[in-house]
């Protein structure tokens, strides 16, 4: 029996440490100045009329003090019987005891003169006020809780000297307060001292923030003498910004500080500060809203960079008794061996400024949560006193300004017993209890998984228990004072069956999520070894923005004990589908499912009972809610041989709107059979015809696959996309090193590679890669080789990277090698060589070798060129008969009418005839994708160009006249000569101009103007009783006029809807402009001219060139790069 108190007698006494002072203050000589000091004057008649209850309080309280005395005396003599019989009549003393406060208050409200407003507040009053007391004995405490505003002290008659209206000082708590530090300090910072705008409180946090430091015998001194405030201590100042927007606060060095650490330690507990930077004298960190943290330095020649970090940490791992938290000491408790938080980040930046990013975490290690079951009554102690459960755990948390106080990993606290308490058919496998954090609330649950087996029926519920809410309150309004608690039924979040009779085996699971209202589900049933059904469900009722709505993902499959036979050794094995309403299909992310394997909970999962968490997790992700978007795919397994050699899972997914294809699948061939398979080959895939982003893409990924015992692993991808995006990619394995690939919609491809050795101690790796992209092919290889012990190993590797051009025929081969020997880490033997091997006419090769011994190196650099020149280059092309014959094929050329026009009359159709028709509004647009107009031709295709260099379209006396260029996406290599670096670099495709658009002498008509009128009508009154009335010219009211306008033919023109959003309010938008190009300065990237800015490379690849050509000095100095890349165009003077 350990001596230490528990939980519940801590609290008890502490209870008891505040009543303690009634005794005294409620005495005949001083209970007038006491009543005084809550607000109350009384008069020494008025006070002796509430003798009676005062003196039973006073009892009251003399009899809590005993029992607490009694309490004390039991625990230091290890008496568990007096403990447990004294706590439980402490307990009811201290309920009494708070009944006579309130007896108290209703005797003071009995007395006349005394407002309501203050009378009916008197307890709570008084008991803040004894609260107030109590904490003043632990020093700090009081000031600490002042500064989060959790209390609150309102000072009244600030300097009276009349005795009949004295000073006095209103306390008040708001432990709501206290939810909101934990959960939004920036929240909380705006609440109490407008942090973040520009009126910030600055002088009521720093004296609240004086009278904390005083208090913990710190030397400051606040000074309010200067226009702005500031809190002066020793060598650092902290004062307002009231010149930054918004407002923000400075703490200054005032001497310098060079780095070092200081330690402070006392028992357990250590402190360390650990400054790993020189901060000179008059250094600021400014902080300004919501957490940036910044330092400036008087100098621009002085940069603060380095670290700072402030820890605490208290270790009893070692000690006979770790910290207990909650609960008995030798009974069930919450204990935790260590605990650590740590503040600091790093600091870096540069002329006399540096951005800090400091950040807060910390972690709890060795805890133990302990159930005992030894203490409770007869029955329970019969039946569980000899289980005692136990759970080690440990938690890293972290605090910042936006979040609060946060878990890592998760977003409550939750720890796990393992129970496995066996009560008949029922056995209860874990207990979990979970605490967080939301809105002033502590959710709280006590939870249990509990599995059931009643014959062939076989269930588990998850996580079913008591939810338990600890909201904090003001004015003691709670059910528990300043705490209220609320209790209710936690519903399980998942729910699992099995069945297995014989003739039908198998299983479900649901699974709830009732704060997301997200709802699951898996099925599977096997009918006597026929057939098998499968079905996985996910239904949400919450959309993602928050708003209601309703999304169904339902795949439901049936798999053929015996496959039907289609022929030719092929069969059914399985059939399915996938249904979605208002869902969405992400295909990059199932793109990414290919690689991990994850795609498998789509395509006839396996053991979908077992895996129901995570295959659910998974098609979230690939089909997250969407309003209005539906799914649809068929889905097939097929296989060849019998028993199953080959089998290919196919689905086919299309998604509307807007249209777009997915088609999904795993390949898997094992030979010669699938329990003893010598040769495993298995393919993901998924190929994507997307409508909207006008592409087709396709990408698949080996994973598990093996020839014997070398396994195989790798990626490829095949990109076309068209529009204004154009793009060509195709790599299996990957691309040159050198490579930036443009976007693509899937991950980047991983080399394909065979491990033919891999173990600890020995690896040899073969990999390669080929790729085709508009600029370049690519290809290269690497072999890899290691044996080593622990003190010994030999590693070495040769490989190469190339790329290829056809016209002339040339490449580049980089080729490099190594061979080391290390003996205890430290090289002894290395060889290497890096070269680069140019061709074929001539030959040439340069690089430089190596040789290292010990602590000797040797280089040697080599160049060597052999062979003939030989003419590889293809003959010459004429490309003005292609031009010509693209002009000259009607399909290019089209009449159009201009979008801006409505022209209010049908258009007849003129039968027989295959010319064009040009409207008198329209526009005639001729355009071709063969060769790019404007632009100075290098080369078509591999072929130099024979007759022409550079293609322009004029219009010459046709009666017709030129509105604009069109585009069309080009392969800038195909048409110029680039070199490796561009290739790699430069765009695949790119807008250039490919024809033109005319109108009749450039003049585009357009409808008149709208004309105002003055509407009249006939009106004619048609009745039975009387002669028809016809009055003309009548005018209606406005109402009237507007509503028979609601409906009427001109009103529904499209050209009345033209002008009615003409006079609407325009709309804000933000227009994303195209990646514009510009020749600049390879100094500074200052644009050449003016005249350096262009839509595409290319074009701007002609300018630079150009210039060179003009001033061959400019070689070396000017550049293509982005425009946004640019520094600003300086205007001559």
Known sequence: MSNEVDTLQRVLLQISNVL???????????????????????????????????????????TVLQKAGDLVEAIEAENIEQIVAISVELISQVITAIQKIDQLQTAVQGIGGIPASVSSHFAERLFNYLLVRALDAANGVNEFLELLGILERQRNNVGSTDPGNPEFTISTFHFNELGKWLESPVTALQSHYNWG????????????????????????????????????????????????????????????????????????????????????????????????????????????????????????????????????????????????????????????????????????????????????????????????????????????????????GSSALEIQLPLHLNLGPVEVSALTFSVGIENNKFPTAISTDIKAALGPLAAVVENIGLAIDFALVDNRSGNAGPVDISLGFKPPNGVGLSLDVGIVKGGGYLYFDFDKEEYAGALELMFSGIVTVKAIGLITTRMPDGSEGFSLLIILSAEFGTPFQLGFGFTLNAVGGLLGLNRTMELEVIAAGVRTGSINSIMFPDNIIENAPRIISDLRQFFPPAQDVFLIGPMAKLGWGTPTLVSASLGIIVEIPPGNIAILGVLKVALPDEDAALIIIQVSFIGALEVDKQRLWFYASLYDSRVIFLTIDGDMGLLIAWGDKANFVISVGGFHPSFKPPPLPFPNPNRIAINILNTSFARIRVEGYFAVTSNTVQFGAKAEVYFGLSAFNISGHIGFDALFQFSPFYFIITVSASFDVKVFGVGLFGVHMRGELEGTSPWHIEGEGSISLLFWDIDVPFSHTWGEDE???????????????????????????????????????????????????????????????????????????????????????????????????????????????????????????AGIEL?????????????????????????????????????????????????NAASKSALSASYKVQKAPVEQKIVVKETGYVVASTMNNSPHSKDAYFATHAQAQDFLRKQVNQSPGLQDNLHVIPSTEAAPLQEAA
């Open 871 to 993: 003419n590889t280059t293809l003959p010459s092309i004429d490309i003005m008969p292609l031009i010509t014959a693209e002009f000259d094929k009607l399909d290019n050329w089209t009449a159009e009418l201009p979008v801006s026009n409505q022209l209010l009359v049908s258009l007849r159709t003129i039968e027989g005839s295959s010319d064009l028709i040009l409207h008198p509004v329209g526009v005639l647009r001729v355009n071709q994708r063969a060769i790019p107009l404007d632009l100075d031709l290098d080369k078509v295709g591999n072929q130099k160009p024979k007759d022409a260099k550079r293609l322009t379209v004029e219009v010459v006396d046709t009666g017709l006249a030129k509105v604009a260029d069109t585009k069309e996406s080009f392969a800038t290599a195909q048409y110029k000569n680039l070199s490796d670096a561009n290739k790699l670099s430069a765009p695949s495709y790119e807008k250039q101009n």
């Open 197 to 408: 705008s520009n009126s910030l409180d600055a002088a009521n946090l720093l004296q609240r923030l004086e009278r904390l430091l005083l208090h913990l015998k710190a030397p400051v001194f606040y000074d309010d003498t200067s226009p702005t405030p500031i809190l002066e201590a020793v060598i650092f100042q902290l004062r307002p910004r009231t010149d930054l927007n918004p407002n923000g606060l400075s703490l200054s060095v005032r001497q310098n500080l060079s780095p070092g650490k200081i330690e402070f330690a006392a028992d357990d507990l250590k402190v360390t500060l650990d400054l790993q930077a020189t901060l000179p004298f008059g250094t600021e960190l400014v902080i300004q809203p919501p957490a940036k943290f910044t330092f400036q330095t008087t100098s621009p020649a002085d940069t603060v960079s380095g670290s700072l970090n402030l820890s605490v940490s208290a270790d009893r791992t070692q000690a006979a008794t770790p910290y207990l938290l909650i609960g008995d000491p030798d009974g069930s408790r919450l204990e935790v061996g260590k605990f650590g938080v740590n503040f600091g980040g790093r600091i870096q930046g540069s002329g006399g400024q540096s951005t800090a990013d400091f950040t807060v975490g910390g972690e709890i290690g060795a805890g133990k949560l302990s159930i005992s079951f030894a203490d409770g009554d007869g029955f329970i102690t019969d039946i569980l006193s000899g289980i005692q459960l136990n759970s080690d755990f440990g938690m890293m948390f972290g605090y910042n300004s936006s979040d609060g106080l946060f878990f890592v």
């Open 20 to 62: 303690e002072p009634l005794e005294r203050e409620l005495n005949s000589t001083r209970a007038v100045q006491t009543f005084a000091e809550l607000g109350i004057t009384l008069n020494s008649g008025q006070v002796s009329s509430l003798a009676s209850p005062m003196q039973a309080l006073v009892a009251s309280s003399k």
């Open 999 to 1047: 109108s009749v002498s450039n003049q585009q008509l357009k409808s008149s103007a709208a004309v105002k009128r003055v509407v009249r009508y006939e009106q004619n009154i048609i009745d039975n009783n009387f002669i028809s009335l016809l009055i003309r010219f009548v005018a209606i009211g406005a109402e009237f006029f507007n509503h028979f306008l609601g409906r």
